[in-house]
C-alpha cells in the first residue's frame, strides 16, 4: 500500500511528520485545498504504526463534546469514502454496543446519551434484554443496561490511509517512506530545516502527525507533547458459522474493556491489560491472557470453545487525560501538532484533516479545538474522556 518511493525533495511549503491515517488525511485535505507542495515523510511504511494495527472501530459515542462532534463528522466521510477521495474501505455500519455493569457507568452513559443526542448522535439506552438479543454472544449475567447507536461501526484501517495517500499524490503531495526525522532545525524562525536519514527538507510549517512517537519530535522544538507509547493487543477467532448470517455490533463490555466485532467469518477482539507499562514494546505477550479469558469467561463465554487463528499487537499514543493534543505551538514557530489520540485517532482521522488543513491555512474551521492545545495541562484545563476503551 506504500506509494512508489520518491526522492527526497530539498524543499516543501509543509512538511507532515508521520503518514499514518492522521498525516495521510492532512496531506488530502491540504492537497485538496490546493497546496501542492506536502511532503509526508513516514519513518517506515504508510499505516505502519498504530493505525493498521488499530481495531477499525468508527464512532460518535463518547463522553466530551469535542469527540462526539470530530466521530460524528468522521463518520459521515467514512460513508462518503468511496466518492471522496475515492477508495473502498468496507465499512460497516453494525453499531457500537456498550455494556454497562456499575451503577456509576449506566448513570455517566445516561449523560452521554443526552448529550450526543443533542448534537444529533441516534445513541440510545438499552435494557439488558434488548442487549441480548442484539448481540446474542453476550452473557448478560452482572448487567445494568446497555447504551447502543446504529450509525457507528467498523472499516479496514489500511484502505482508508490508501485512499488518501492515492488522492493526495493524485494532487501533487509527496510521501517519502523510510525516511526518519534526526532533528528539526530553526523552530521560532520564519522557516525550518528537518533533518532526515535521507537529508534535509526547509519548510516554512511543520505538522508533527507522528502518533506515539510524537514526544521525541515535540522535543527538537522544545516543544512538550506528553504522548506515551501504550502496547495493545488484538486476536482473530477461527471461522464461526452461526454468525454467517447474523448482524453483529462492535460490543464493548465496558467494565472490563474486553471487545469483539465480526471479522471476515469469524470475530476480532481484545481488552486492554491495566498492568501494562508505557513503552515501544510490539511483540505480542501472554501476560494477559488470564485477565481477557476470564473476561471472556462472564461475559462471552462461548468464545472460549473457538478456535484463536493469531493476533498482533500495536500501540496507543496515550495523553494524561485521554483526550487528543491538536493546535499551533506557542513557542515554536509553525510547528502544528494532531497527536495523542489515545486510542481514536483513526476514527478522528477524517475530521482531524479538515481542522489542521485550516489551521494551517489560518481559516476558521468547523469545530473550535483550542481547548485541545497542549497548554491545557500547564494550565490544569484538562478535559478527561470517559468512554475509551
Keep these: 500500500m506504500t506509494p512508489t518511493p520518491v526522492e527526497l525533495p530539498t524543499r516543501a511549503e509543509v512538511v507532515i511528520i508521520g503518514g499514518g491515517v492522521i498525516g495521510t488525511s492532512i496531506a488530502f485535505h491540504l492537497a485538496e485545498a490546493g497546496v501542492r507542495d506536502v511532503v509526508v515523510v513516514e519513518r517506515d511504511d504508510l499505516g505502519s504504526g498504530s493505525t ?4 477499525g472501530g468508527v464512532r460518535a459515542q463518547f463522553s466530551d463534546e469535542l469527540n462526539i462532534r470530530l466521530g460524528a463528522r468522521s463518520l459521515e466521510a467514512f460513508q462518503r469514502f468511496p466518492q471522496r477521495p475515492g477508495q473502498e474501505i468496507d465499512l460497516h455500519r453494525v453499531g457500537y454496543l456498550f455494556l454497562l455493569s456499575s451503577a456509576e457507568h449506566v448513570t455517566a452513559f445516561e449523560r452521554n446519551v443526552e448529550l450526543q443526542n443533542s448534537l444529533g448522535v441516534p445513541s440510545r439506552m438499552l435494557s439488558v434484554e434488548e442487549a441480548r438479543r442484539m448481540s446474542p454472544l453476550v452473557e448478560t449475567d452482572g448487567l445494568l443496561a446497555a447504551t447502543f447507536s446504529p450509525e457507528d461501526g467498523h472499516c479496514t484501517p489500511e484502505s482508508v ?44 510549517t511543520v505538522v508533527c502527525a507522528a502518533g506515539a512517537w510524537s514526544r521525541s519530535i515535540g522535543e527538537m522544538v522544545g516543544v512538550d507533547l506528553p504522548v506515551s507509547p501504550l502496547r495493545r493487543q488484538v486476536m482473530f477467532t477461527a471461522p464461526m458459522p452461526e454468525l454467517l448470517d447474523r448482524v453483529v455490533p462492535f460490543t464493548i463490555d465496558f467494565g472490563t474493556t474486553f471487545y469483539f466485532h465480526r471479522e471476515g467469518r469469524g470475530l476480532l477482539f481484545g481488552m486492554s491489560d491495566p498492568d501494562e507499562t508505557p513503552g515501544f514494546e ?62 481514536h485517532g483513526f476514527l478522528q482521522g477524517p475530521a482531524v484533516g ?3 488543513r485550516d489551521l494551517v491555512l489560518d481559516r476558521e474551521p468547523f469545530l473550535d479545538v483550542s481547548s485541545l492545545d497542549v497548554s491545557r495541562f500547564a494550565a490544569d484545563r484538562a478535559r478527561p474522556e470517559l468512554n475509551c476503551v
Design 282 to 343: 510490539l511483540e505480542m505477550s501472554d501476560a494477559w491472557l488470564p485477565r481477557l479469558t476470564e473476561a471472556i469467561g462472564r461475559r462471552a463465554p462461548r468464545l472460549l470453545d473457538v478456535g484463536v487463528r493469531n493476533g498482533w499487537a500495536g500501540l496507543y499514543e496515550v495523553t494524561p487525560d485521554h483526550n487528543a493534543l491538536i493546535g499551533q505551538a506557542a513557542s515554536a514557530g509553525r510547528f502544528f501538532y494532531a497527536t495523542g489520540f489515545s486510542g
Design 354 to 356: 479538515e481542522v489542521v
Design 161 to 204: 490511509v490508501l485512499g488518501y495517500a492515492t488522492a493526495a499524490r493524485r494532487m501533487g503531495a509527496r510521501f517519502c517512506t523510510r525516511t526518519a526525522v534526526r532533528s528539526i532545525v530553526g523552530a521560532g524562525s520564519d522557516s525550518f530545516d528537518v533533518e532526515t536519514g535521507r537529508g534535509r527538507i526547509s519548510t516554512g
Design 52 to 55: 493498521c494495527k488499530a481495531a
